[in-house]
C-alpha cells in the first residue's frame, strides 16, 4: 500500500469519526442528521479505499491522534471548533490535489473538493433544515471553528518565538543577569497590548466598514427599487435561473425590503449579518492573552534563577513549547508530527540564536 493511499484511509476515518461526534452532540435534529449523513459518506470512502487495496475491514486503523484531539478540544470548547477545523482540513486536501494534478498535467475533474461540496449540498436539499440553521451552520464553520484554533496556536508561537528572541538578545549582552527580566517582562506587556490593541481596531473597523456599506446599499435601495430589482435577477440568472423565473423571484423580493436588502449585502458585498455581531473587545483580550501565554514561557526561568542557569532553562523550555506548537500547526496541514515539531523547534531556535550573537557583540562593545 502506497502512503498517499494509506494516508487517504485515515482521513476518511477521522472524518467519519469526527462527523459522528458532531451529531451525537448537536442538539437539532435536522443538523445532526446532516452529520449523519456525512459520517456514512465518510466511512464509505473508506471502504471504498480498503476493497481497492484487499484489505480486511477489521484491517483498517482507528481514529487518528488529530481527530481525538480535535474532538477533546469539542468537549472542552464546543463542537463548532471541530466542525471549522474539519472542513477547513478539507479544503486544504482539496487545495493538494488541484496542485498535484497541475504539476502532473492531469485534467481537473471537477471533483477535487467534493468534501467541501457534499455538505453545502446536503444542505440545500435538506427542506428540514430552517434559513436560521443553515446561518448557524455556515457562521459555525466558516468563522469559529478552524480559524479560532489556528489564531491560538499562531497567537501563542507570536508571542514565544518574539518574547525568545528578545530575551535571548538581552541575555547576550548582559550575561543573563537581573534586567533580562525585566526586559522580558516589558516585551511580553508590550507585545500582548500591541497585538490586542491591532486585534481590536481591524475587527471594529471591518465592522464600521461593513455597516457603512449595508447602510449604502440601503439607500439604494430605497431610492432605487427598479434598478436594485434588476440587479436582483441579474444575480440569479448569473446562478443558472432562466430569465422569467429569475426576473420574476426578483419582483416578489423587492417587495419585502429587509429580505431584498439581506439578499443584496450577502450577494453583492459578502456580508453576512453574523459578521457584524462579533465583540471587537473579546477577539482584543484573546489576543492579548494568547500572546501572553506565549511569551511568558522563556521569561519564566529568570524569575527564579539568573546567568548561563536562566539561559540554558529559557532555551530548554522555549525549544519544548516551540515543538508542541509545531505539533499543534499539524492540526490543520495534516503533515508529520516531528517533522512539523522540530521544524518549528529549529527556525525558533535559529532566531533566537540571532538575537542573542547580537546581544553578545553589542555587550562586549559596551564593556
Excluded at 33 to 52: D, P, T, V
Excluded at 158 to 171: C, K, P, R
Amino acid at each position: 500500500m502506497t502512503k498517499s493511499t494509506k494516508s487517504g484511509i485515515q482521513t476518511e476515518i477521522d472524518a467519519a469519526f469526527l462527523y459522528q461526534k458532531l451529531a451525537e452532540h448537536e442538539e437539532d435534529a435536522a443538523v445532526a442528521e446532516i452529520f449523519r449523513q456525512m459520517n456514512e459518506i465518510e466511512h464509505s470512502h473508506a471502504m471504498a479505499f480498503a476493497k481497492k487495496e484487499n484489505m480486511a475491514v477489521d484491517a483498517l486503523p482507528p481514529p487518528s491522534w488529530r481527530a481525538k484531539t480535535l474532538n477533546i478540544i469539542g468537549k472542552v470548547f464546543g463542537y463548532d471548533y471541530v466542525l471549522g477545523a474539519l472542513m477547513d482540513t478539507e479544503k486544504s486536501l482539496a487545495h493538494g490535489i488541484r496542485n498535484t494534478k497541475s504539476k502532473n498535467q492531469l485534467p481537473l475533474s471537477g471533483n477535487e473538493d467534493n468534501h467541501v461540496k457534499i455538505l453545502k449540498n446536503i444542505l440545500e436539499n435538506q427542506t428540514q433544515v430552517a434559513g436560521h440553521q443553515m446561518a448557524r451552520f455556515e457562521k459555525s464553520h466558516r468563522s469559529v471553528g478552524g480559524n479560532a484554533i489556528r489564531a491560538a496556536v499562531l497567537g501563542g508561537n507570536d508571542g514565544l518565538v518574539s518574547n525568545f528572541s528578545l530575551v535571548m538578545g538581552v541575555a547576550g549582552a548582559t550575561a543573563g543577569q537581573g534586567s533580562v527580566l525585566l526586559t522580558g517582562l516589558a516585551g511580553m506587556l508590550a507585545g500582548a497590548l500591541s497585538m490586542a490593541l491591532g486585534e481590536w481596531i481591524s475587527v471594529k473597523s471591518s465592522q464600521e466598514l461593513y455597516e457603512n456599506q449595508m447602510q449604502l446599499e440601503m439607500d439604494e435601495l430605497e431610492a432605487n427599487p427598479e434598478g436594485e430589482e434588476k440587479e436582483l435577477a441579474l444575480i440569479y440568472m448569473a446562478k443558472g435561473i432562466p430569465t422569467e423565473q429569475a426576473q420574476q423571484m426578483a419582483k416578489e423580493i423587492i417587495l419585502d425590503t429587509p429580505k431584498a436588502h439581506e439578499i443584496l449585502v450577502r450577494e453583492e458585498l459578502g456580508i453576512t449579518v453574523e459578521e457584524l455581531k462579533g465583540s471587537a473587545m473579546e477577539d482584543a483580550i484573546s489576543s492579548f492573552v494568547l500572546f501572553a501565554i506565549g511569551a511568558v514561557i522563556p521569561v519564566a526561568p529568570f524569575m527564579f534563577l539568573e546567568g548561563m542557569q536562566a539561559i540554558i532553562l529559557s532555551v530548554v523550555s522555549s525549544a519544548f513549547g516551540l515543538f508542541l506548537i509545531g505539533a499543534a500547526i499539524t492540526l490543520f496541514t495534516g503533515k508529520n508530527v516531528w517533522f512539523s515539531g522540530f521544524r518549528q523547534v529549529l527556525f525558533g531556535l535559529l532566531a533566537a540564536a540571532i538575537t542573542f550573537g547580537i546581544g553578545k557583540l553589542i555587550g562586549i562593545s559596551l564593556t
